[in-house]
């Protein structure tokens, strides 16, 4: 079992849907938690940033952390095709190596407009 | 410069050759990470430096690579007798201090190994 999972998809939503992504993991002493955007042939781009459980919102997304279940989320409200990417959920603990990202195989993300 | 510059963007070799992939971090950016993204995968780290000092290169796969970053800016990621499994794509961060959330990535360098 790796130690992050993530659904890869492909999901395809209609322009203005509510988008849910999430991930899964295994490791307790992870306590960051991060959903990059990454666009075909580019470098992932932070979109959220949380540091242990909560909620985080930005605009159109909003971040969810529940440590108790090891399940993160990632919502995107009134999704744009704009926002047709791959979403990578990312995690790295709170100790010396916290620099050491692990992310998910990332979910392909359509936004049909 | 803007942001982290990766060269080349793509590079076909065939099995067994020696490649230098090379990134140019942000300007002034201490710390330096290079990552492998594998098809359908999730970026897995590789090595980090601080300055010019190689500080983790745990995720390294084998002897076969190496990295440098002599002058504490620019580096450069070394595969010697290249493997087709090897393929994938290379990218490179950097940050102004070691964290975790401050990372700018790169484009990537696409290699493909015939």
């Known amino acids: 079992q790796k130690e992050v999972e993530q659904d890869p998809g492909p999901l395809s939503v209609p322009e203005g849907a509510i988008v849910s992504l999430n991930c899964t993991y295994s490791n307790s002493a992870f306590q960051y938690f991060m959903w990059y955007r990454q666009y075909s042939r580019k470098g992932p781009e932070l979109l959220m940033y949380t540091y242990s459980s909560g909620n985080k919102e930005d605009g159109r997304f909003t971040a969810q952390v529940d440590k108790s279940s090891k399940y993160i989320s990632l919502f995107i409200r009134d999704s744009q095709p704009s926002d047709s990417a791959t979403y990578l959920c990312a995690m790295s603990d709170s100790g010396g190596s916290n620099y050491k990202l692990t992310f998910g195989k990332g979910t392909l993300l359509t936004v049909n407009p | 410069g803007a942001g982290v510059s990766q060269t080349p963007s793509n590079k076909v070799t065939e099995k067994g050759k020696y490649v230098e992939l090379r990134c140019d971090p942000i300007?002034?950016?201490?710390?330096l990470y290079w990552y492998r993204q594998s098809l359908g995968q999730g970026p897995e780290f590789l090595i980090y430096?601080?300055?010019?000092?190689?500080?983790?290169d745990s995720g390294l796969p084998n002897d076969r690579f190496f990295a440098v970053r002599p002058e504490g800016s620019v580096s450069t990621l070394k595969i010697q007798r290249t493997e087709r499994g090897d393929s994938a794509v290379y990218l490179c961060?950097?940050?102004?201090?070691?964290?975790?959330?401050?990372?700018?990535f790169g484009s990537g360098t696409r290699l493909t190994v015939v």
């Open positions: 300007s002034g950016h201490t710390a």
């Open positions: 961060a950097s940050s102004l201090n070691v964290q975790n959330y401050g990372y700018t």
């Open positions: 430096f601080q300055g010019t000092g190689a500080a983790d």
